[in-house]
């Protein structure tokens, strides 16, 4: 059978001229973007200008179109903003500034634009392709060009990338600079939080979003908020005397503070808008509470960009690349995004038509379209969220409600308690009985069983490791005990959150079905685990904390080099057999190189990446990052390279080793980690409700199906429940690492984006997909 798969080697872009602007407000990652865009390009062997000052610097042309070289975009994946600039641009809304923008891009042979910008932006590129032609005929008429410069560059291609950090545009589940904008909301609440307490405060809190509550809605669901208000879903008539009721209640419950966040542009259901000071008086009013109001403004789009921007605006700026390399004259424009896991391209006006309908449905109140329009991403935020923030004490259940119980097994992993939470309470609502489990399988054979009630995981959203505690035993050793327990206290349905350990786990307690009908219930596995090492998921829970740790060491040993030049850190990654932290890591830290288990290597790669270094250093970028996973090779040690690259970069650079360590597992939850844990959670609890409902029959549960015990993962596009016995196959148990990983796809792309020549499998690229319009209920998504 012929190989149909695409090699970027075949791919040229000799001759061919890319301009990359950013414009519209900034977003951090913005520059990873604008340095994937350069880098990619030069390596195919195109020009790339920098536009700098967005729109109004192509009006005005001069220096503020420049080429830029591969040293130009050093340094500039840690910056916040954007580094070329951005400005709002009334002139190239005109038909003569468009003119004059058109006449810079043809003097300097410039037909393809790659745009980085929000919904207004993009709308503006779009124009301008469309008048293109026209444009260079008046130009031509003019005197200005000659008609062989029009025949040349007859055709403008345009692709477009979402830098907006409300999130605010359909057809991408994140826009570049979200993540971070959300990094910063959290680090304000958790601040926020410590002194709220301390005074038994309520705090009433604004983000950004004028258009679109996306902000509001996710940290709300990251820090537990007690109330969120959003434009897309005004509250409800009587949304005042609901919302006090709410706040005293918690308060009631030995709750010493409330935080409630607001979007910008929040509004009733009269499309009033409803302000920070408004609810304050409300709560003063009413409750008497002490209430104090932050708005955030600025500080939101402020600051490093996370590690997932940076990886994001890597993996987009590259696809931008191809996408502007494969166009042909009857490609529309289109927007390089994300879906799921799984990078596409989408027409550009396909986008902003619904981007513009969604304004338009909440204009015209109705508000339920807009939140399907929104996309399957905001509107399971928005679900989950209600399933967290009402009690219902109601149950439709046969008899008594069932018993569930929850544990955490493996190392602990940042987002273990808000799964937790997010479990407990949605398994509360559903009409069950909770039960937490301490020390995982340890505890379980020991009975460190206890009920757990809604209030009792109040505030643990925002706490790192494990409040359960957790435990690498696995219960073979003790099955009997655990199955005593099991009958002891009626467990009728497991929930496991952990790593490699709770699959084991998981296909242990299946083993023992046979011998054991205590372990004929309904039992779900959560991926948590900072070296994301389980099979059928492409994420865990708790690999964004320490992905975003690795980051912010990597930028600190960076800076400090800058100072020293001529310095290469060699830094030891955790992750066990599993290369995803040093590989995705080392793309988000801009790496020369990362050593893994997966991809081996021997003294010549070692030899060809030391003279790899030594050529950098010739250049104005003196200084070198290589990360390798603790497990890459018995005998190429972290001790071992670093004294190689000592000895063979004698003269030329000195080395420096660092070994990370326990830091990648500790810290705050990142805003990814908490919200994913608290889908996944809340999923997996809906469907062990399902399922008890199904294997309930004469008075009691019995579930002895390969179905009955399943994996929660996400898998390229959406959330998926995968028989832990069929994940058996795809499992390395020796090394402890899946078979295939999606992850090594993006090796290539650090190579490329650190110079290397490489070979890159580019037949996954994005074809040019058309957004579907949200029809039936799908909960799959993220």
């Not at 996710?218 to 208000?229: N, T």
Request: some cysteine; glycine content about 10%; overall charge neutral.
């Amino acid at each position: 059978m012929p190989d149909s798969r695409k090699f970027i080697e075949n791919l040229s872009g000799a001759g061919k001229s890319i301009g990359v602007l950013t414009s519209g407000g900034d977003a951090q990652g913005m520059n990873a973007a604008v340095r994937a865009v350069v880098r990619m390009g030069i390596y195919v062997g195109a020009k790339v200008y920098f536009v700098h000052e967005g729109y109004q610097g192509m009006v005005d042309g001069g220096d503020n179109i420049k080429e830029a070289s591969w040293e130009s975009v050093s340094s500039m994946l840690q910056v916040g903003g954007t580094v070329i600039g951005s400005a709002r641009c009334k002139d190239f809304r005109t038909h003569e500034g468009r003119l004059r923008a058109a006449l810079n891009l043809v003097q300097r042979g410039i037909t393809n634009l790659c745009v980085i910008g929000g919904d207004g932006s993009l709308t503006g590129a779009n124009l301008f392709r469309e008048e293109w032609s026209g444009l260079l005929d008046e130009l031509v008429q003019s005197g200005q060009i000659t008609e062989e410069a029009s025949q040349t560059h007859s055709m403008l291609h345009i692709v477009g990338m979402v830098g907006s950090i409300d999130n605010d545009f359909c057809g991408t589940d994140m826009t570049i600079g979200t993540d971070s904008a959300l990094h910063r909301i959290i680090e304000v609440v958790d601040a926020i939080m410590t002194t709220a307490q301390s005074h038994q405060r309520t705090f009433v809190l604004e983000v950004m979003g004028r258009h679109c509550g996306y902000l509001a809605l996710v940290s709300a669901l990251a820090c537990g908020a007690d109330w969120v208000l959003i434009p897309e879903m005004p509250p409800k008539e009587g949304w005042e005397e609901q919302m006090c009721h709410k706040l005293s209640e918690n308060r009631a419950d030995k709750k010493r503070l409330n935080i409630i966040i607001v979007a910008e542009g929040a509004i009733d259901h009269n499309n009033k808008p409803i302000t920070t000071d408004l609810i304050k008086d409300l709560v003063v009013r009413c409750l008497g509470f002490d209430t104090r109001v932050t708005i955030l403004g600025h500080v939101q789009r402020g600051g490093t960009p996370s590690a997932f921007d940076r990886i994001l605006a890597s993996r987009m700026g590259v696809e931008a690349v191809l996408a502007l390399l494969e166009a042909s004259p009857g490609t529309p424009a289109c927007v390089v995004s994300l879906c799921g896991n799984q990078a596409v391209r989408v027409p550009l006006m396909e986008c902003v038509q619904m981007t513009q309908e969604v304004q338009k449905a909440m204009d015209e109140k109705r508000f339920e379209e807009a939140v399907k329009l929104r996309g399957r991403s905001f509107e399971n935020n928005l679900n989950t969220y209600y399933l967290l923030s009402h009690r219902k004490f109601d149950t439709e259940f046969p008899n008594s409600s069932f018993n569930v119980a929850v544990l955490n097994v493996g190392a602990p992993a940042a987002g273990m308690n808000a799964a937790v939470r997010s479990a407990i309470r949605v398994g509360i609502t559903e009409g069950h009985t909770m039960f937490a489990v301490s020390d995982g399988f340890e505890g379980f054979y020991r009975g460190q069983i206890k009920e757990i009630k809604w209030g009792d995981v109040g505030g643990w959203t925002g706490q790192g490791g494990s409040l359960l505690g957790t435990k690498r035993t696995l219960p073979a050793k003790h099955i009997d005990k655990i199955a005593e327990q099991m009958s002891i206290h009626n467990i009728n349905a497991l929930l496991v959150i952990g790593g490699f350990e709770a699959f084991e786990s998981l296909l242990q307690l299946v083993d023992a079905r046979s011998s054991y009908e205590e372990f004929c219930v309904p039992m779900c596995m959560l991926p948590a685990t900072i070296s994301n090492n389980v099979a059928g998921t492409d994420f865990s829970i708790g690999a964004d904390t320490s992905l975003n740790a690795i980051v912010e060491t990597c930028d600190r040993i960076k800076q400090s080099a800058s100072g020293t030049k001529r310095r290469v850190f060699i830094i030891e990654t955790m992750g066990g057999y599993c290369g995803y932290l040093a590989t995705v890591g080392g793309l988000a830290a801009g790496a020369d190189a990362a050593y893994i288990y997966e991809e081996p290597f021997d003294i010549r790669d070692l030899q060809s990446n030391v003279e790899h270094l030594t050529e950098k250093m010739k250049t104005s970028i003196q200084r070198g990052l290589v990360l390798r996973n603790e497990n890459c090779s018995e005998n190429y040690t972290t001790d071992f390279i670093y004294q190689l690259y000592t000895e063979e970069g004698k003269g030329v650079f000195d080395c420096r080793k660092n070994v990370l360590g326990h830091m990648q597992q500790g810290g705050a939850p990142s805003p990814f980690d908490r919200n994913f844990g608290t889908k996944i959670a809340a999923k997996a609890m809906q469907w062990i409700s399902k399922k008890l409902k199904e294997f309930y029959r004469e008075g009691r549960v019995f579930a002895n199906t390969e179905d009955s015990a399943c994996l929660l993962g996400m898998r390229r596009r959406a959330l998926v429940f995968q028989p832990v016995v069929q994940l058996k196959d795809e499992t390395d148990f020796i090394h402890r690492i899946p078979k295939e990983q999606w992850w090594l796809r993006l090796r290539p792309l650090m190579k490329i984006l650190a110079k290397y020549k490489t070979s890159y499998d580019v037949s996954d690229a994005g074809q040019l997909e058309h957004i579907v319009r949200p029809r039936a209920k799908d909960s799959s998504a993220i």
